[in-house]
């Protein structure tokens, strides 16, 4: 069975850093497309980055040189450094796996998400 | 891309059809998804390629559409189909979602 499992959220201040982490299981981090989707309160769903299989990463210009998308082939985990935060970064962070279709991904896995709430 | 969903809310009752609409800013071929979330829950993947209905889904709901316009249906509206609908373009890596439909209970 596929489970994703986020952690690492939390109350931040402005210009802080956190780490959050997905641990995967039923299915291989490396060989898949994954992604961070975050959703503020009471708002709507907005991608944050992806990585793919080959290692290549690409993130939303709203997050650009401040978020980096990594994973742990070892560990069979995802994880998403956010540095310099904002309040609009405040949202519930979600893992999803993705599907490579035309030029991007679709998401057929999510994990339960994680709050971040950036605040002082 | 800018996907423009609508409604952005409606009521409707048991049994009932339920039509929702997405417009792409640009044409996408049939790079569309749309999803299923339920209050404090992830979304849920019901359909893919504008009108392939993902494994495990009723097969009440329904997609159609290529280039820049798409609908979701939902023939005979379930209780447990009270939700927020979101679709979702894949046309380029940059991924982006419409601001969502909230069907609710009349």
């Known amino acids: 069975e596929v489970q994703l499992v986020e952690s690492g959220g939390g109350l931040i201040q402005p210009g802080g850093s956190l780490r959050l982490s997905c641990a995967a299981s039923?299915?291989?981090?490396?060989?898949?497309?994954m992604s961070w989707v975050r959703q503020a309160p009471g708002k709507g769903l907005e991608w944050v980055s992806v990585?793919?299989?080959?290692?290549?990463?690409y993130s939303a210009d709203s997050v650009k040189g401040r978020f980096t998308i990594s994973r742990d082939n070892s560990k069979n985990t995802l994880d998403l450094q956010m540095n310099n935060l904002r309040a609009e970064d405040t949202a519930v962070y979600y893992c999803?796996?993705?599907?490579?279709?035309?030029?991007?991904?679709?998401?057929?896995?999510w994990g339960q998400g994680t709050l971040v709430t950036v605040s002082s | 891309i800018q996907l423009t969903q609508s409604p952005s809310s409606l009521s409707a009752s048991v049994g009932d059809r339920v039509t929702i609409t997405c417009r792409a800013s640009?044409?996408?071929?049939?790079?569309l998804a749309w999803y299923q979330q339920k209050p404090g829950k992830a979304p849920k993947l019901l359909i893919y390629?504008?009108?392939s209905l993902e494994g495990g889904v009723p097969s009440r709901f329904s997609g159609s559409g290529s280039g820049t316009d798409f609908t979701l249906t939902i023939s005979g509206l379930q209780p447990e189909d009270f939700a927020t609908y979101y679709c979702?373009?894949?046309?380029?890596?940059?991924?982006?979602f419409g601001g969502g439909t909230k069907v609710e209970i009349k």
């Open positions: 999803a796996r993705g599907l490579a279709k035309s030029g991007g991904t679709l998401f057929d896995s």
């Open positions: 039923g299915f291989t981090v490396g060989s898949n497309y």
């Open positions: 990585i793919y299989r080959s290692g290549t990463t």
């Open positions: 640009q044409g996408i071929t049939s790079a």
């Open positions: 390629d504008a009108s």
């Open positions: 979702q373009q894949f046309y380029n890596y940059w991924t982006t």
